[in-house]
């Protein structure tokens, strides 16, 4: 049975989130996926040039009323990621607070394996403006404390503030290159006191638009282990 294992504002950690039938067949696909560095095509300013090469697999949409018009694989697909999307949808409705009321902050979502090797990680950053959340499910089947790849989550910031013609808009660090070209950015005002949350397998982490947070690097013990994860975000109406 899932259970909450944490719940602060703007975080919630939910442990067993899937059924052991349901995760070992999901685990199996993200094992058995194609997969690309997320700089395969060009630098992907999400991640610092020192954070290594993360691999990201095939994304999988969710989007009810056709909004965005993505080409690939669209919800339902018949596989074990519909559970996972149904899971997360019911997580976000039982947990408005997160992420938003879907329907309302939130119109579709689309969601990515990612493997992290040894000596990857990603940065502490903000995600973009449109989005109202982002979660993850941890997908390796083992993972040791003295491992790394710990999911870092600050505390709640002030969203990002531009001035437009047309008034006020909100944005984000993902919304300037300043940020990842040098420790000058917003991270800076980071108190230094996080949550960490270990990738403890068939863990769902769902996460606030206004609270920064980072993938600590996977440590050398874990030799040949990866940091296996389906991560994804929810998207704003355009």
Same mark, same amino acid.
């Given at each position: 049975m899932s259970r909450i294992s944490l719940r602060q504002e703007g975080l919630v950690v939910i442990d067993e989130a899937l059924?052991?039938?349901t995760f070992k067949a999901l685990a199996r696909e993200v094992a058995r996926g194609d997969y690309r560095s997320v700089h395969a095509h060009k630098w992907d300013k999400a991640w610092r040039l020192w954070d290594g090469?993360?691999? !990201?697999?095939e994304s999988v949409y969710f989007d009810p009323h056709g909004i965005f018009g993505w080409k690939g694989p669209t919800y339902p697909t018949s596989t074990s990621v519909d559970l996972l999307i149904d899971a997360v949808r !019911?997580?976000?409705a039982d947990c408005p607070d997160v992420a938003g009321a879907e329907g309302a902050d939130w119109v579709a979502l689309y969601l990515s394996p990612w493997l992290y090797p040894v000596g990857s990680a990603l940065s502490l950053h903000q995600d973009g403006e449109r989005y109202s959340g982002a979660f993850t499910l941890f997908t390796h089947t083992r993972w040791s404390v003295h491992w790394g790849g710990e999911l870092h989550v600050s505390p709640e910031v002030s969203p990002f503030v531009t001035q437009t013609k047309g008034g006020t808009?909100?944005?984000t660090a993902h919304d300037t290159d300043e940020a990842w070209m040098s420790d000058d950015g917003r991270e800076d005002d980071d108190p230094g006191i996080a949550t960490s949350v270990l990738p403890t397998p068939n863990r769902l982490v769902l996460i606030g638009a206004n609270r920064p947070h980072r993938v600590s690097r996977v440590d050398q013990n874990a030799g040949?282990?990866?940091?296996?994860s389906i991560a994804g975000f929810f998207l704003r109406a355009p």
């Open positions: 059924a052991a039938a090469h993360p691999m !990201r697999g !019911r997580v976000s808009t909100r944005s040949a282990h990866l940091r296996a």
